[in-house]
């Protein structure tokens, strides 16, 4: 494999490889459009999005919380402090498409034309996990960039080895760090990249060596002094706003926490339904590539002669999706999986580098197989964000249909009590979209999700706002009277499902 040969990185040499693979750039395109093609220009948004509209300065607080101090900043120092649909949605596109180009760049390692980065740049491009995450549009350009820093952290880390400049080194530690504090979960994408660098070096050594520890080595280094960087960051950045670790992160940790039997349960579950599952984020070519990436390396080991230390390695990138879990020892979100494209688009594209000149007809199935894997994942990623566009459309209609019921109530537009959302609805989409059980958070009504009605107040209060209809948050303890007594009043849209009770107007969903 040419990738991390010894090679040195550069921009001008990014564009000469961009410039010397129009069609791999055409294809990843068309794939990239295939999917997202439907949020270019879309003003749709899904769960917390409401929030950095109506509440701008909340949500950053938040995300000091949550250890994101590096995305709030890098939203300010970009001018993007203030928040738009339709601006979030295209840099989004934009942005996690050249992502795609730079990852290439990457793995390309110095070959004018090469077209079997496809089959890294489709898998990663059309896959659900990646849009869900990228579904969360407050931060959905940011999350893009920061995967485009892990690869430019990888490249001065190659650099630096390579040509021992202290530079290098020095932009390595800061892109991947950057990269850490705009979403931490990018920790697991530079560990699963340098599996990818491990597994290369021992590839093209043909054994474990010197020079291939001394490459591992240098690789951990850059990440232990990148989130190092990052750890004292956050806890500089906590003891600034005088704020402590939100228990959304805390209480994710399970180890220490749950009985060890109820740990190894959920793990078990959660490693069932990465690998052979019917959800619509994962695929099961991702099993059916990982046994035939196992079975080429068998054939290498055992009838080339080749490292055996490389099957270790080998494991951990396919086992590098429930790496998240592990950490945590309880099922993750789809979400922060971001690991799974990236290793089964590592997988597909060793396995074509090794076969494309020996087996012309085993080439051809895998150019099927990609193409099958592209066009599937896409039109997921298609329908879950045209189940999102319907989605939307239906709940701004709610928003105007409940908004004009409280005007009825005679207290103006802008009435003065507090209005309180008790329990959830779910809209009615058409058998295009997905159904709510398929999908994860992205598509998902904003009336429909909710943790309590505190929550739904909120979430819903400023999903109002946010089109426009601004009405006053009622306390805690007027949220849990509302709730008491909308044990007795019919549901909406029913007549009385909207009624002013004890200074607050209660709309009983």
């Not at 999917?35 to 220009?41: A, E, R, S, T, V």
């Not at 993007?80 to 760049?105: D, E, H, P, Q, R």
């Not at 890294?120 to 996990?129: A, D, G, K, W, Y």
């Not at 009277?481 to 044990?487: D, G, L, P, R």
């Amino acid at each position: 494999m040419y990738f991390l040969s010894n090679c040195k990185y550069s921009f001008d040499e990014f564009i000469d490889f961009l410039r010397n693979n129009l069609f791999l750039i055409n294809i990843t395109v068309f794939f990239l459009l295939l999917g997202y093609g439907i949020k270019l220009f879309s003003l749709s948004f899904s769960i917390d999005t409401e929030a950095i509209i109506s509440i701008t300065d909340s949500q950053y607080s938040a995300w000091h919380e949550l250890g994101r101090t590096g995305l709030v900043l890098f939203k300010h120092l970009m001018g993007i402090g203030w928040y738009n649909n339709a601006l979030a949605s295209f840099l989004m596109v934009l942005f996690i498409g050249l992502s795609a180009l730079v990852w290439a760049y990457l793995l390309n390692g110095g070959v004018k034309k090469n077209h079997s980065l496809l089959f890294f740049t489709i898998p990663v491009v059309s896959s659900p996990i990646i849009a869900e995450m990228l579904g969360f549009l407050l931060m959905g350009m940011e999350v893009a960039l920061a995967l485009i820093f892990i690869a430019i952290s990888l490249m001065c880390t190659q650099n630096w080895i390579f040509s021992k400049s202290r530079i290098a080194l020095l932009f390595a530690i800061i892109f991947s760090f950057i990269a850490f504090s705009i979403y931490l979960a990018m920790v697991t994408i530079f560990i699963t990249a340098t599996f990818f660098v491990v597994f290369t070096k021992i590839e093209n050594n043909n054994r474990l060596n010197k020079e291939t520890v001394f490459v591992t080595i240098r690789y951990v280094l850059v990440f232990l002094l990148s989130y190092l960087a990052y750890t004292i960051f956050n806890k500089g950045a906590q003891w600034y706003f005088d704020i402590s670790t939100h228990p959304y992160i805390s209480e994710q940790l399970r180890w220490g926490k749950d009985d060890i039997h109820i740990i190894l349960s959920n793990l078990l579950n959660h490693l069932i339904e990465i690998y052979y599952s019917n959800s619509i984020f994962f695929t099961k070519w991702f099993l059916i590539v990982s046994i035939v990436f196992f079975l080429l390396l068998l054939i290498k080991t055992f009838y080339e002669k080749k490292s055996t230390y490389n099957l270790l390695i080998a494991i951990c990138i396919v086992a590098s999706p429930f790496m998240m879990g592990i950490i945590l020892g309880n099922r993750t979100t789809e979400r922060t999986i971001m690991t799974h494209p990236f290793a089964l688009g590592f997988m597909l594209f060793y396995i074509y580098q090794h076969i494309q000149k020996q087996h012309k007809y085993l080439k051809g199935i895998l150019v099927l197989t990609l193409s099958v894997i592209g066009l599937s994942q896409s039109y997921v990623v298609n329908r879950i964000f045209y189940t999102e566009a319907i989605t939307y459309q239906q709940d701004v209609n709610l928003v105007y249909s409940v908004q004009n019921k409280i005007g009825e109530l005679g207290f103006g537009e802008f009435p003065p009590y507090p209005v309180a959302f008790i329990g959830s609805h779910s809209v009615k989409c058409n058998n295009s979209c997905y159904s709510n059980q398929k999908l994860a958070l992205t598509g998902r009504s904003l009336f429909e999700i909710t943790f309590g009605n505190e929550h739904g107040t909120f979430v819903k209060n400023h999903f109002f706002a946010a089109q426009g209809a601004s009405y006053n948050l009622p306390s805690s303890e007027q949220i849990q009277i509302a709730t008491k007594v909308s044990e007795n009043m019919p549901h909406w849209p029913s007549k009385g499902s909207i009624a002013l009770v004890n200074d607050v107007i209660i709309v009983n969903f």
